[in-house]
């Protein structure tokens, strides 16, 4: 059975101009010890997924519709007094600006020990300790830098007290949320092998978010591809990133550069945001696709299945029109 | 690069530049620690150029850049604009400086003011150059707007920077650069905080400049990839010092020094092999 299946999700802000569907309709599942990850541009929805998936949303959000099946608990009928007993301990997440998820005024170790005595309050001080030396050596930070204050850590070193305090409960499941967007190459780097090796040796599962397309295929082995608040392509990192299908993917791999595609790389058009208010039940892609098919504006596009693993959301005869060109 | 160009005096010059940031003293620590952010460089760039500058955080690529706006005076070694130094620069002959050397910073939430719609952004270099009157500024406003992808320019000249995205952010941080024709632009991270698909729609806009003005840049990056895609010639960075200079493709297929092999390995790419 799937670690965490989530069915015909839909998340949406209450915003003056109306309801903003965020996140709509989507379906996916991670077995335990897998990694998925999630790309798109900002505003397609993946931090909203990861927010919800955490029990973190906003006053002004909230589950339209769905389930969210965790380990036999459905997540989206949880209460705020459920969540608290849940969150850390069952799923945790790795959060995007390490600067600011520590608390400057706290020593580094006593932040992490906080998160173990609040699950486990049986615990003794000294089994914490214990837990808390082990938890830094996994991350690689040395035992003579635990009582440090987060500012005498460099950028990287808070990240991995980041990671530390993501695993101290240790988690079936860790969302980490472009927890490299902010490192140099060399560090991040570092932090994606550090993530990689603690998945395998703890067999955790992993939703890794990121808008860097080269960072989720270095860690992921399952790809979701999102645009506008919908998945609308999924596969594995090969299918996905080998031979894209979907329109979307198609562009947003064809502008990305790496240093062997820098000669043929795609310039698209200046585009415009999908509007996420107005539901017009057509593909949210079709204004910047450049299939310009009429059908694709007021028709819902139905998954495609290209393998046992690999699906795209478009109409069937364009994804094959496309391949014929 | 042309024999004509080699032989023509660089748009900008460093030489032997060193910059020591001095940790005050304070009641805690006796003394004073000076910390080299920059170590003896010396480099050149030619008009019409784009020259990257690599390297990881805290490398000192970003003093360079403000040091070449002169947010900052180099502790040693002389920097000079058309074969002229311009070390201690004051009054007017510094504000001729700076609107011959602009700036593209990092982060376009941070670098535009909130208070100021995007046709008054763009204006105020012109007001504060006394440069034409209402009338011509606002015509030199709304070309420009045009010229960096801001089309059509009246639906962006009363619009304020929260009603933009990053992308449009930054265009206007290009416009506000470009609008008093300078010689040289300091580019410092200009994509790092966009989309992929964004941010090429920008290293485009870059290049059309290049083209249409004859414009030169330092880009400073730790992005190999954009910097191969973008520059003419690279320069690797390295706690202060330049390790590796070169033509953009040399550096990258065939790197001499150790940490420009390491910065290319840690480049992420599509090479599944785990």
């Known amino acids: ?325 | 690069m042309t024999e004509e160009q080699n032989i023509q005096t660089p748009i900008i010059e460093l030489n032997g530049v060193t910059k020591e940031y001095s940790s005050k003293k304070n009641f805690l620590s006796k003394g004073e620690t000076n910390i080299i952010a920059l170590n003896n460089i010396s480099l050149a760039i030619q008009k019409k150029e784009i020259f990257g500058l690599v390297g990881q955080s805290g490398s000192g690529k970003t003093t360079i850049g403000r040091l070449l706006v002169k947010l900052e005076e180099p502790t040693k070694g002389i920097i000079k604009l058309n074969g002229k130094p311009t070390n201690k620069l004051k009054g007017k002959a510094l504000k001729h400086y700076r609107s011959k050397v602009q700036m593209i910073f990092q982060d376009p939430y941070q670098s535009l003011n909130p208070h100021l719609s995007i046709a008054e952004t763009i204006i105020e270099p012109l007001v504060v150059n006394k440069i034409g009157n209402a009338l011509t500024r606002r015509d030199k406003v709304l070309e420009t707007l045009e010229i960096a992808g801001l089309s059509p320019g009246e639906d962006f000249f009363h619009r304020y920077p929260h009603q933009l995205s990053g992308g449009q952010r930054q265009r206007v941080a290009v416009a506000r650069a470009i609008i008093l024709d300078p010689d040289f632009i300091v580019a410092d991270e200009p994509t790092s905080m966009l989309d992929a698909t964004i941010a090429i729609q920008l290293f485009q806009l870059l290049l059309d400049i290049r083209k249409k003005f004859k414009m030169t840049f330092l880009f400073i990056t730790h992005n190999l990839a954009a910097a191969r895609y973008l520059c003419d010639r690279i320069a690797v960075i390295h706690n202060g010092v330049i390790v590796e200079t070169g033509s953009a493709d040399k550096v990258i297929k065939d790197p001499q020094h150790p940490y420009t092999k390491k910065l290319i390995l840690a480049q992420p790419g599509f090479n599944f092999k785990n």
């Open chain 1, 1 to 325: 059975m799937a670690l965490l299946k989530v069915e015909n999700l839909s998340v949406g802000y209450k915003s003056k101009k109306g309801m903003v569907n965020a996140v709509n309709n989507i379906s996916f599942s991670i077995e335990q010890g897998r990694s998925l990850g999630f790309v798109g541009e900002s505003g397609c929805g993946k931090t909203t997924i990861g927010m919800t998936l955490m029990g973190l949303l906003p006053e002004n959000a909230s589950i339209l519709k769905g389930d969210i099946i965790f380990n036999g608990n459905n997540l989206a009928s949880f209460n705020d007094e459920k969540w608290r007993a849940f969150r850390g301990k069952e799923i945790s997440m790795i959060f995007q600006a390490a600067m600011n998820a520590l608390n400057p005024v706290i020593r580094v170790d006593e932040q992490i020990a906080e998160v173990i005595q609040i699950h486990n309050p049986a615990m003794s001080k000294s089994d914490v300790s214990n837990q808390v030396k082990k938890i830094f050596s996994l991350v690689e930070i040395p035992e003579d830098r635990l009582r440090d204050f987060p500012h005498q850590y460099s950028g990287g070193m808070k990240q991995r007290a980041i990671i530390a305090m993501a695993l101290a409960c240790a988690p079936k499941l860790i969302i980490a949320d472009e927890p490299t967007t902010a490192l140099d190459v060399i560090v991040q780097d570092q932090i994606l092998k550090e993530i990689k090796k603690i998945q395998k040796a703890l067999n955790t599962s992993v939703i890794f978010i990121s808008h860097d397309i080269a960072v989720v295929a270095d860690v992921c082995k399952d790809i979701c591809v999102m645009y506008g608040g919908h998945i609308v392509e999924k596969g594995t990192r090969e299918e996905v990133f080998k031979s894209p299908r979907h329109p979307y993917t198609k562009t947003l791999l064809g502008s990305y550069l790496t240093l062997d595609s820098y000669e043929d790389i795609n310039v698209p058009e200046i585009r415009e945001a999908p509007d996420l208010i107005t539901m017009t039940g057509g593909c949210r892609f079709s204004a910047n696709c450049n299939c310009k098919s009429q059908k694709c504006q007021c028709q819902t596009p139905e998954w495609v299945n290209l393998s046992s693993t690999h699906q795209a959301l478009c109409f069937e005869e364009l994804l094959n029109k496309d391949k014929n060109d």
